[in-house]
């Protein structure tokens, strides 16, 4: 059984580009979260996401970050207009179901963006 | 507050020595998870086990197991018999709140406690 799959894994934008990551959850699973972790420091939430829904961005700037799980395809977080400051290990993690907080995410090999 | 404390930003440990990493968390809902969570220098978040906050018993998972002490509102990883390859930073993260409020679905995760060990 794959696991979370994400791609890239590394990334590298010039300032004032746009970044595109993509997440494929585990088969089964149909909740999708995207966390952010700057270095040397742990996972900060951003979003959960559902098929065609987002269920919570409280963790996501307001500007230049947005998030989609559409009906067919993988979850995409984009960033546009990249700065320097966006650099991080961007990790989505899934889940089989948000009946209880006994459900464990899972977590992909995150993708490393750099912004130059 | 902290929702998830992690005092130990570094702890070494002999091999075949047993560890406990220490998490203490804050939260004023009744229901909870806490999770930790491994992550080698390679960088991937490998899930290590799962203590729910009416969970009877400690969890166990092979070397691993959840020392849970609710009053305390502690929940400490203990590895037994460390391996070389157990070397990486270990997170405590929580899940709280129902799930029809909409938002008890987040991980807060703490800053994480790198373990080396040594021959």
Same mark, same amino acid.
């Given at each position: 059984?794959?696991?979370? =799959? ?10 004032? !580009? #746009?970044?595109?990551?993509?997440? /494929? ?11 952010? !972790?700057?270095? #040397?420091?742990?996972?900060?939430? =951003?979003?959960?996401?559902?098929? *065609?829904?987002?269920?919570?961005? /409280?963790? =996501?700037?307001? *500007?230049?970050?947005?998030? *989609?799980?559409?009906? #067919?395809?993988? /979850?995409?977080?984009?960033?546009? !207009? ?12 899934? /889940? ?8 464990? !995410? ?11 | ?9 570094? $702890?070494?440990?002999?091999? +075949? ?27 991937? $978040? ?18 691993? %197991?959840?020392?849970?002490? +609710? ?8 590895? %037994? ?12 993260? $929580? ?25």
């Amino acid at each position: 059984n794959a696991g979370v =799959m994400q791609n890239p894994r590394h990334l590298v934008r010039r300032r004032g !580009q #746009e970044a595109r990551l993509r997440c /494929s959850p585990m088969k089964g699973h149909s909740h999708v979260y995207w966390y952010r !972790q700057l270095p #040397e420091e742990g996972l900060k939430f =951003m979003v959960y996401l559902q098929k *065609e829904n987002i269920i919570d961005e /409280s963790g =996501m700037p307001k *500007e230049r970050f947005s998030a *989609e799980f559409p009906k #067919e395809g993988p /979850s995409i977080l984009r960033i546009q !207009q990249v700065v320097r400051g966006d650099s991080a290990a961007y990790f989505c993690a899934s /889940s089989p179901a948000a009946a209880g907080w006994t459900d464990t !995410q899972y977590f992909g090999p995150g993708t490393r963006l750099t912004v130059l | 507050a902290q929702k998830i404390t992690q005092t130990q930003p570094g $702890m070494f440990v002999q091999e +075949k020595e047993a560890v406990t990493l220490d998490c203490t968390y804050d939260t004023s809902d009744p229901s909870y998870g806490l999770f930790w969570y491994k992550q080698p220098s390679s960088g991937e $978040m490998i899930f290590l086990i799962y203590q729910g906050s009416y969970d009877q018993q400690n969890a166990t998972e092979g070397r691993y %197991s959840l020392n849970f002490q +609710k009053a305390r509102k502690s929940a400490n990883l203990v590895i %037994s018999a460390s391996q070389l390859g157990d070397s990486a930073m270990y997170f405590c993260a $929580m899940r709280e709140g129902p799930v029809l409020t909409g938002g008890g679905n987040k991980l807060t995760f703490g800053t994480g406690t790198q373990l080396k060990v040594e021959l």
